[in-house]
């Protein structure tokens, strides 16, 4: 079938992405569904900056690929051996595929799911195989998934069935900002009831960590970052205390307000200069988690005195190592219990054909959850 797909065919285009036009709206040839596959219409795709890293080069992938990867859609078709969806149902994709066979699926950790990384890297479908076609020149998948695009094939265990009555424009956010920040706070962090946290960097998945230490019943959470109109919405969100990342006394003001550091330092923004911070805003015997996603060749000069002799621990989090299949459905219930007000996340509404707008948003800080509608 003919679809319409935002393509990037070369990466490291300068900004504003409006008029350098990275990513262009291409008609792509899309084959039907294979075995353990599913035809998925698409509802509605987040902008993250896991894409924009892609389009600027700090995560490298293959070329020509069809971007994006935070979204829901509708089943239309069902590959051979996909017996529990339907047309019509409701699905929030996730952006990588877990086997279930490989040692980290095994052991419940379908985010590491080593066939998943694999085909992500190699730009495929879970299978291997590529369904996306311009002429007769193959185009890569973005970790399994294109969701900047009418339509899209996708393994079977890239979806998630949702039962529950929600806005498929909202929905899109829980496959990758909801997952990755709340996750990050529950799962990774394991953020106890009257415990203290800090959240560096509040895109939409830091944002989502907040909220998620929030309802994990932390009694302090303070919010960082160097922009003061997302430190304002943090606040209305319910962070106990915000800080502008500028300050230089700024690891100092949160260590005076929890007497010693934080609990829980959770790094969002993606960079050295706050994972260092993240670190030095942590209590001995504290833990400093990283969902961030900076260019593979930055580096981070841990101390390791401190490590040892206060008892720290450093954690990485992948998709807020969560087993999306279990965490979806939970994060969902507590939205629509109002524990995690993720509507007051949401940004612009774009058409597909503004998407290049959307990312100069992105990248400049100006939008909390831009989310293109389809």
């Known amino acids: 079938m003919k679809i319409q797909a935002a393509v990037l065919r070369q990466v490291g285009a300068e900004a504003p992405f409006d008029q350098s036009k990275p990513l262009r709206i291409e008609e792509l040839d899309l084959d039907p569904p294979g075995p353990g596959e599913v035809l998925i219409k698409l509802r509605a795709a ?5 894409d924009l890293s892609v389009l600027n080069g700090d995560r490298p992938r293959p070329v ?18 996909v017996h529990d969806l339907k047309p019509g149902d409701l699905v929030v994709l996730v952006f990588v595929p877990s086997c279930g066979h490989c040692l980290p699926c095994m052991e419940g950790r379908p985010a590491l799911c080593e066939p998943g990384a694999a085909a992500n890297t190699e730009g495929t479908l879970l299978s291997g195989a590529r369904r996306l076609h311009s002429g007769v020149h193959h185009v890569h998948h973005h970790v399994g998934v294109s969701a900047f695009a009418t339509h899209a094939v996708v393994s079977r265990r890239s979806c998630v069935k949702i039962e529950a009555d929600i806005d498929p424009v909202e929905a899109a956010l829980f496959g990758c900002a909801v997952l990755t920040g709340v996750g990050a706070a529950i799962n990774t962090a394991q953020i106890q009831a009257g415990t203290s946290a800090a959240v560096l960097g509040l895109g939409g998945v830091g944002l989502c960590a907040m909220l998620g230490a929030i309802a994990s019943g932390a009694r302090q959470v303070i919010a960082v970052d160097i922009n003061d109109s997302k430190l304002e919405v943090a606040r209305s969100l319910g962070a106990t205390a915000v800080i502008n990342a500028r300050d230089p006394d700024a690891v100092a003001k949160v260590k005076e307000l929890t007497k010693g550091g934080v609990d829980h330092a959770l790094e969002m923004a993606g960079s050295v200069q706050a994972m260092e911070m993240a670190y030095r805003m942590t209590r001995r015997g504290g833990t400093t988690v990283t969902a961030g996603l900076p260019n593979p060749a930055s580096t981070w000069a841990l101390q390791q005195v401190s490590l040892v002799a206060e008892e720290r621990t450093v954690k990485g989090s992948y998709i807020g190592s969560c087993v999306p299949a279990r965490d979806i459905p939970r994060y969902i219930g507590l939205y629509q219990a109002g524990k995690l007000p993720i509507d007051a996340l949401m940004g612009e509404r774009l058409a597909l054909a503004d998407i290049n707008r959307g990312f100069d948003r992105l990248a400049a800080g100006q939008s909390l959850r831009d989310v293109v509608v389809l």
């Open 46 to 50: 987040g902008l993250c900056h896991s």
């Open 64 to 81: 020509p690929m069809a971007l994006g990867h935070e979204a829901s859609g509708e089943v239309v078709e069902a590959g051979a051996g």
